[in-house]
């Protein structure tokens, strides 16, 4: 539910680079669902490799991404970033080896302001030029899924508490 007495800051959106993956690092944290009231994940866990490897070397081909910068602190807060995985690497949310797996996350005060909505919306037109479909892996519990149903993702598996969304852009998996 938005808070009606958060005032959504100045802000602009541009490409991730490779030189953005410290703050990945930071994004990659802040992406790890806590139900209200339960501890707060250690933050050394982003080093598990299994969670590291939708950051570690960012930059390789097929990485994309958008960072949103607060325009007052010119600080990056928020990113939406999409990393293709293999049946041999696979993420939580991997589906195939041609549909990259996607992330978004916001530093908590500047969530519920509509920002991650827009950082949605620019990485689903960038993957629409390049890939026949967007995935991810939420936690059934988690109130953004609602974030991810509105553009259209559909559940496609559930394992214990954790969904498995997709977004299908063309019928021909193996175009690339």
Request: proline share 5%.
């Given at each position: 539910m938005r808070e009606f007495n958060k005032v959504r800051p100045a802000y602009f959106i541009r490409p991730l680079t490779q030189a953005d993956e410290p703050f990945l690092w930071q994004m990659l944290y802040q992406a790890l669902y806590v139900p209200p009231g339960a501890d707060p994940f250690p933050p050394e866990i982003i080093n598990e490799p299994e969670i590291a490897r939708y950051v570690q070397h960012w930059g390789r081909d097929g990485d994309a991404g958008f960072v949103a910068i607060d325009e007052t602190t010119?600080?990056?807060?928020?990113?939406?970033?999409?990393?293709?995985?293999?049946?041999?690497?696979?993420?939580?949310?991997?589906?195939?080896?041609?549909?990259?797996?996607?992330?978004?996350?916001?530093?908590?005060?500047?969530?519920?302001?509509?920002?991650?909505?827009?950082?949605?919306?620019?990485?689903?037109e960038a993957a629409r030029e390049r890939w026949p479909g967007l995935s991810l892996s939420v936690s059934a519990y988690n109130p953004a899924i609602?974030?991810?149903?509105?553009?259209?993702?559909?559940?496609?598996?559930?394992?214990g508490s954790s969904r498995t969304m997709r977004m299908i852009f063309s019928q021909v998996a193996d175009q690339n």
């Open positions: 010119r600080q990056p807060f928020g990113a939406a970033w999409m990393r293709l995985f293999t049946a041999a690497d696979k993420g939580y949310g991997y589906v195939d080896d041609q549909t990259p797996e996607l992330s978004v996350a916001l530093l908590s005060e500047y969530r519920n302001l509509g920002i991650g909505t827009e950082l949605l919306r620019r990485l689903i609602r974030l991810y149903e509105r553009p259209g993702f559909e559940v496609i598996s559930e394992g």
